[in-house]
């Protein structure tokens, strides 16, 4: 998918980073290896190393044992009884090294869900201030990106999803979710490249 451009502007003060899940848990030797992701982190990095203090990194924490969850999750994690935290090394779930240094200033929220709206830990960080930009970045598209954008579209923040700095396992999927936004969120998500990202971020 071609990126659109910032349409709406330049990037201002009022902008902060989310990079989603980037952790060892979905690097290339983690259980939930995510082949694209060794090609996005030093992406990602270039556009922290910028604003670290702009930018906040979300966790995906896996259930403590198997079968534990609210309703279906519980079933989730019989299926993927080995990715709890009672049978993984415990530094999975940390961020990936090149990324890890950033924090602080960087701030980390944890989620034990896709979405890191749901339990309500983003909100309270974000009540309050002058936040009203998010730059997206981070994996996967279709999974935990997509659940970000779709709360961030909900509250009411302009949306930009850098294109070259997210990834998934699946090509499918990646692909229809950017031509899902593309074609029915184009007011409210644009999708460009890091470099539009970093050439206009005030």
Known sequence: MAAQGLVHGPLGKNC??????????????????????????????????RQP?????????????????????ASY????AEVTLSRIDPGLIELMPQLRRFVPPAKL????????WTEGRLDALLHGSAVNTLVITGGETDVCVLATVLGAIDRGFRVVLVTDAI???????HNALMELYRSRFSE????????EVTDNWQ
Do not use: N
């Open 167 to 173: 990834c998934s396992s699946a090509d499918d999927t």
């Open 77 to 80: 994690y019989r299926r993927w």
């Open 16 to 49: 902060l980073h989310v990079c989603v899940d980037m952790q060892r848990l979905f690097g290339v030797d983690g259980p939930w290896a995510v082949p694209w992701a060794e090609k996005v982190v030093p992406v990602i990095e270039e556009l922290v190393a």
């Open 109 to 116: 929220v944890d989620k034990r869900v896709y979405s890191p």
């Open 53 to 73: 203090e702009r930018t906040l990194f979300t966790r995906f924490i896996p259930a403590k044992r198997p079968g534990e969850g609210p309703g279906m999750w």
């Open 188 to 195: 409210q998500v644009e999708a460009v490249t890091m470099r």
